[in-house]
């Protein structure tokens, strides 16, 4: 009998913690990169598509900036996002167990590499950082792989200088975001700034993907008016997310949907994936290691 009971309890014990994998609600995170309401507009078929799937209510976050859904997603409140690659590296340093790379945005030329792009107003005569020098940078976000760290790793490499106001730069400024740096240099806030784009196709389009192409299709700004001053070298595009203490059924469930959402519906994945891309392909941690180092050594 005293053997049939430890068997009954060790029984019991290895199964509640499948019982209380049991999810109630998902919760999608997104990127700081427009306003708020666009980015839940672009993500609006995805979270349907998702509660379909899941079978329990599902909701979208779109916090003021990208350390929101950091915190999100290291503090359980967010199961999902897309992050960046800079913000990928800072929650693996905060907790390596806390989400899992599953997809990786492509680009149309099949490659999963994207750029942080330099520009300028076209009539203020700036066409190269030489001529930023003494004038006003705006950066996006603290926590943006193509707003702020590439940037400040690659372009004191050029300049010889470092970020600080006053030392190059006449002045470093951060916005707030992709969206808000594009708006700033447009309306002349702002002499010029980065933002991120595959780099493929045109320029008067915004290439084919990217913030400058979601600006473009949201009517902020005629590229026309702009022109590239700077171009870091390729960045390997940040993954989608999802935390590892969610039920193994749920991570497999969205991967496929995410996975064959471009040919599912082909307007959800524009909006998703902020313009023209192939779709997603899988991605590892491996693949962002040299981003991670990146990030050690700026907070060193």
Request: charged fraction near 20%; proline fraction near 4%; include cysteine.
């Amino acid at each position: 009998m005293k053997k049939l009971v430890a068997v009954l309890a060790a029984t019991t014990a290895l199964a509640t913690p499948a019982l209380a994998q049991e999810i109630t609600e998902f919760r999608i995170g997104i990127l700081g990169g427009e306003n708020a309401q666009d980015r839940l507009n672009s993500n609006e078929c995805l979270r349907e598509k998702a509660e379909d799937l899941l079978g329990v209510e599902t909701k979208l976050f779109a916090p003021a900036d990208y350390n929101g859904v950091i915190q999100g997603l290291l503090g359980g409140t967010i199961d999902m996002a897309w992050l960046g690659a800079s913000g990928y590296a800072k929650t693996y340093l905060s907790d390596p167990e806390a989400v899992e790379p599953i997809l990786v945005k492509v680009n149309n030329d099949g490659g999963y590499g994207y750029y942080s792009i330099g520009f300028a107003r076209k009539d203020s005569g700036i066409t190269s950082l030489a001529d930023m020098k003494g004038k006003v940078f705006g950066f996006g976000d603290p926590n943006s792989t193509s707003g702020f760290l590439i940037p400040s790793i690659e372009i004191p490499q050029e300049t010889g200088a470092t970020m600080t106001s006053g030392d190059y730069f006449g002045e470093v400024k951060f916005t707030g975001g992709h969206e808000q740096t594009i708006v700033a240099v447009s309306n002349g806030e702002v002499d010029g700034g980065v933002t991120w784009a595959d780099g493929l196709g045109a320029w008067e389009d915004g290439f084919n993907s990217g913030a400058l192409r979601k600006a473009v299709d949201a009517g902020l700004v005629d590229m026309n008016d702009l022109v590239q001053i700077w171009q870091s070298k390729p960045i390997p595009e940040g993954p989608f997310v999802v935390r590892k203490a969610l039920p193994a059924d749920v991570k497999v469930k969205m991967t496929g949907l995410l996975a064959s959402l471009k040919s599912m519906d082909e307007d959800c994945a524009y909006g998703v994936l902020q313009g023209d891309a192939k779709g997603f392909m899988p991605i590892t941690h491996d693949a962002y290691e040299v981003i991670i180092e990146a990030r050690k050594l700026k907070s060193n």
